[in-house]
């Protein structure tokens, strides 16, 4: 069936780094932009970062410009999400979450989630 | 960037009520704009894409419309499943922005 399984959360200290992995099976993963989603604990949903199918363009929300990147392996059917320079307002959540045929469409297939604790 | 506005942050309704949430966009983002409904400890679920399409297998009480900047999705009768958090999602332009969300509680 169609599945996302994240891994890679922990608890990893202010100025650290952090590799996320997103493992896409039942689908054919190199067909669909790919995007991350985080949540903090007790808040809603906000988007992180998109990369296209071919991983040829990738965007980011403001708040992780230039700290995190996002990244694929078409050949592994896997996502990344490599977190630099973490800081506390990182602590949340880490969804991966598939585009519905485009990115136009919303989300439609999305990972149980991965904790990312950022704490001394 | 496009910001998104719920309305209202929280709801308290009956079992069989009809029930509308309001989503404004900063901007026109002519209809792409996305609602996911989210219980708690669960991963979002896609409900309804570009304003008004329902996703398969979400049951016909849900329904969406609006576009430019104003934006609604409507439960025409409430059932105990679907009390939840739900939230609208921009797909306009990056980023793509969530409103702050509504959690619909039972009355």
């Known amino acids: 069936q169609v599945q996302l399984v994240e891994s890679g959360g922990g608890v990893v200290q202010p100025g650290g780094s952090l590799r996320l992995s997103c493992a896409a099976s039942g689908f054919t993963f190199s067909s669909y932009g790919m995007n991350w989603v985080r949540q903090a604990p007790g808040k809603g949903l906000e988007w992180v970062a998109i990369i296209w199918s071919d991983g040829s363009n990738k965007y980011y929300a403001d708040s992780v410009k230039g700290r995190l990147t996002v990244s694929r392996d078409n050949f592994k059917n896997t996502l990344y999400l490599q977190m630099n320079s973490l800081r506390a307002e990182d602590t949340a959540v880490y969804y991966c979450a598939r585009d519905f045929s485009s990115s136009y469409y919303g989300m439609d297939v999305w990972g149980q989630g991965t904790t990312v604790t950022v704490s001394s | 960037d496009i910001q998104m506005t719920q309305s209202p942050s929280s709801l308290s309704a009956f079992v069989g009520d009809r029930v509308t949430i309001t989503c404004w966009a900063s901007q026109t983002i002519s209809s792409y704009l996305n609602w996911y ?37 409507t439960i025409s009768s409430l059932q105990p499943e679907d009390f939840a958090t739900y939230y609208c999602q921009q797909t306009s332009s990056t980023p793509y922005t969530f409103g702050q969300g509504t959690k619909l509680e039972i009355k």
Do not use: M, Y
């Open chain 2, 37 to 73: 409904q989210q219980k708690p400890g669960k991963a979002p679920k896609l409900l309804i894409s570009t304003a008004s399409s329902l996703q398969s297998g979400v049951p016909s009480r849900f329904s969406g419309s609006g576009s430019g900047t104003d934006f609604t999705l």
